[in-house]
């Protein structure tokens, strides 16, 4: 083979003689032989052309022979786009080693505008695909070449701590590496696949707080949040991740954007404590994929999923939390722990915009029970809501009175919380409501608890959780701080988008 | 070029007349043009052969011509273990990619033998290292074509830590993504570039245990540490993470690994605490690209590094850090508040083995102070050591005495430190010894803390940090828990291994 041209003319030559047409050539350097690329039916004419037409150098060893190899497809990715951009033949031969793909010969000619593979015919179908992923061909902006180090990040819902978030995104320099491309609310959605600028998303923020909806300004699109989702999710986004900062049943919605290749950031409870859709969202997560992240749904910002998932990484069992997961509650407590009647302190929390409009929705402790459902299913907790045993501070009578009703009967409360309190004092202990959570059961309602502890010395609306683990035994870690809050929920939300938007 | 073995044929028919040598030659499907690869002396020769050969096609416009493509550079990788090995094609063509080098052809014949490419003649020397490096080729087991998902972990140190550490990475599964491949002590070395077995590293352990160095050992090969480093680096390894859970001066070695392509993970306090080689480390971090990860040398176990910089990669501004750092500073404040006199708590520390052998090591506050230090320069304080204002336990008078004049003398001050315990009960507070963090400054001293506070609270040897944020101000965020002992502090080593390993 030393003399390649010679060898490569007398055996084009002899192809031609037969009227054999050829799609690929590929001779490496240094390399001691020559590859020709024909259609399968041309292969027996094309090997006996070239074993004739080098009888003789066969004969002598010059050359040791003529091999076919069948059941082979040739894959080619072509594009003027490609001249001069590194990187398209990495992401290409990515993709295919990444489907496990072999890669029998190659060959790119200098006008750099068409690469050619020639695989095994068994992995074709599985080549284009993963090729025709790879490089987002099926989506609206595919084909591009650049590796994109940045994650897009679509907001489900704007309201404060959505607000929050976008304002911690621009002011932190996260954009960088999450950049916002969609923001979705109830009325529609807004979105550019090269991102919404900084300036934009603090315009659509002061609209929305001025109570405009999305699909009411300029660039604003009219879409359920479906559809919006939909539409966005036809674009090739870099390493999606979809945020949810509302407080509705998100669930079909999330599982949507995880078929749709999303990751998912919640700040929300109830699409992962809601009996049917909580443990369906982490197998889909599994199916697809991709990563489902809640630290914002229990303490807010505080590292309490985290610190879970730490430990437990670590080979450390968590055998028990005890947390005070509601600042409502933890201020209301602290309240009669002053010797506050029950009843003012229920008002002043209202009044001060800790309650939900109906202060029944907190005293209910549905949503300490939500909180607790998380925790217990990171411990290996396999119930549902409906099992946890939940003790409201509504007395079932007047569950069912108006809003004006029941806070007109508040005062009835008070002799009785003023008994309970005085005499959990005189033990040295204090009231608190309290979660407890291991992994065959979660109970949620009021417990006296000593007051030079750390649950004791609890103050204003702050949350606390113990954990109490194999090594954390004697005294557990305990982590305290403000569990509720735009800012330090968004904070723990964009924690979650970095840990994503840094992961490889 | 329709009839593609005709040209071809016409075509070397043309250069073996010219007696030219072909190197490459690469034409793909459906592309409408031939690559030849020929010397750049043999250029010229070679285009006036073409040019002649195909004077009717070009005068007739049926081909386009013969263009002349020159100051390329040709760069092949050549094995006989590339046969049939999926990734091969993906790690050349990242590593191209990643060096910026545009790739003007590429030739692989069926022989799966060699991959060749012509780039531009001034990215050869850049190509050229960036494969290299990307297959190992300079290192001891370099050239393979597998991609290796998991992290190599090299211990330095084998003592309670570092042997809690093994255990935990053989029960917790962690060994699937951090492989121990090496342990170093002061004697030397056992390595095993394929990973040691788990059941090889429990008997390495039972060994040390019992007071057996590892150089004594059967694999174990006598060694300095930084002589064994060297030799470990010499191997081929897969994003090789350097565990430095000793308590000597290790910069000089952690120094050396950073520059051998090693990450760092600390559980050793002294190297980041000293003056000389503290900032230096970071500074070598980033001059070489590596992850240097210390959660383990504040509060051990306790996500404390962690949260300051969760704080501040979502634009939180950390303030303030008030800290209770020290395990036996802890007991013997707490002691103290119960009314033992400070002679009988130190010596009771001493006997449960919480101080140093020499109590005064404990009581300088040294160790104290290494950690607000390493917190400091977190919070961005630019001081050392020597800037932190320490209030020493140990007199002046007896910081010369020996051992046992020291023990023999300590219920002199026992007069003293009553007066002060019962004084600040009377103000409703207790003493702790606390480091106060900010950006300006380090202290490090005795304080009454509320004894209604959550450091009022604190019990046994437990740790606990404060920190005050612009986000968390009315109360701040407080984690406390053990922040000393060999599981929890190797738990913590454990976490940052895994964040490296984890990340891609």
Redesign the interface.
């Known amino acids: 083979m030393?003399?390649?041209?010679?060898?490569?003319?007398?055996?084009?030559?002899a192809?031609?003689h037969e009227g054999?047409?050829?799609?690929?050539?590929?001779?490496?350097?240094?390399?001691h032989?020559?590859?020709i690329?024909v259609t399968d039916r041309a292969a027996d004419a094309a090997a006996s052309a070239l074993a004739t037409a080098f009888a003789p150098q066969i004969a002598s060893g010059e050359i040791d022979g003529v091999?076919v190899?069948r059941g082979v497809a040739?894959i080619?990715i072509?594009g003027s786009g490609m001249a001069?951009?590194?990187?398209i033949?990495?992401?290409?031969?990515?993709a295919?080693?990444?489907a496990?793909?072999?890669?029998?010969?190659?060959?790119?000619?200098?006008?750099?505008?068409?690469?050619?593979v020639?695989i095994d015919e068994a992995d074709a179908p599985a080549a284009q695909r993963a090729v025709h992923a790879a490089f987002g061909l099926s989506k609206i902006g595919g084909g591009t070449g650049a590796?994109h180090e940045h994650a897009d990040v679509v907001l489900l819902g704007f309201g404060q701590i959505g607000r929050a978030l976008t304002k911690?995104i621009a002011?932190?320099?996260?954009h960088r590496t999450a950049r916002i491309v969609g923001i979705i609310d109830r009325t529609g959605y807004v979105f550019n696949a090269k991102g919404i600028g900084l300036r934009r998303v603090a315009a659509l923020a002061a609209a929305k707080r001025a109570g405009r909806s999305l699909s009411a300004l300029a660039d604003g699109i009219t879409a359920a949040p479906l559809d919006a989702l939909r539409a966005i999710a036809e674009h090739h986004l870099s390493r999606p991740i979809l945020v949810d900062v509302t407080a509705s049943d998100s669930a079909s919605l999330l599982e949507a954007a995880m078929a749709l290749g999303m990751d998912v950031v919640l700040a929300n409870k109830k699409p992962l404590a809601d009996e049917r859709t909580g443990p369906a969202l982490s197998a889909i997560a599994t199916t697809n994929g991709r990563r489902l992240m809640t630290e914002a749904t229990v303490g807010a910002?505080?590292?309490i999923i985290?610190?879970i998932q730490?430990?437990q990484?670590?080979?450390?069992d968590v055998l028990r939390i005890e947390g005070c997961p509601s600042g409502t509650l933890g201020y209301l407590f602290g309240e009669l722990g002053r010797g506050v009647p029950f009843s003012t302190a229920v008002l002043a929390a209202k009044s001060l915009g800790y309650t939900e409009p109906d202060p029944r929705d907190d005293l209910s402790g549905t949503d300490v029970a939500r909180k607790a459902l998380i925790l217990g299913r990171l411990l290996g907790f396999e119930g549902e809501l409906r099992d946890i045993r939940v003790q409201s501070l509504v007395p079932a009578s007047m569950a069912s009175l108006t809003d004006a009703e029941f806070l007109q009967q508040l005062p009835s409360l008070d002799a009785s919380w003023d008994r309970r309190v005085r005499a959990a004092l005189a033990r040295g202990t204090v009231l608190r409501y309290r979660a407890l959570v291991t992994k065959k059961r979660v109970v949620v309602g009021v417990v006296a608890m000593d007051a030079?502890?750390?649950f004791?010395?609890l103050?204003?609306t702050?949350n606390q959780f113990a954990f109490t683990t194999r090594?954390?035994r004697?005294?557990?870690?305990?982590?305290?701080?403000?569990g509720a809050?735009a800012?330090?929920t968004?904070?723990g939300v964009?924690?979650d988008i970095?840990k994503l938007a840094?992961?490889?």
Chains 1, 2 share one sequence.
Do not use: H, W
């Open positions: 030393m003399g390649v041209p010679g060898v490569a003319a007398r055996a084009f030559s192809l031609e054999i047409s050829v799609s690929i050539i590929s001779q490496a350097s240094s390399e032989s020559i590859c690329g091999e190899r040739t080619a072509v001069g951009s590194p990187g033949a990495a992401r290409f031969f990515t295919l080693a990444d496990r793909v072999n890669v029998v010969a190659i060959a790119q000619g200098t006008s750099e505008l068409n690469i050619s020639v590796r911690q002011d932190s320099g996260a910002g505080l590292p985290d610190t730490k430990l990484e670590s080979g450390d030079a502890s750390s004791g010395v103050t204003g702050d090594r954390y004697t005294n557990p870690l305990v982590i305290t701080g403000a809050g800012a330090v968004a904070a964009l924690n970095l840094g992961a490889r």
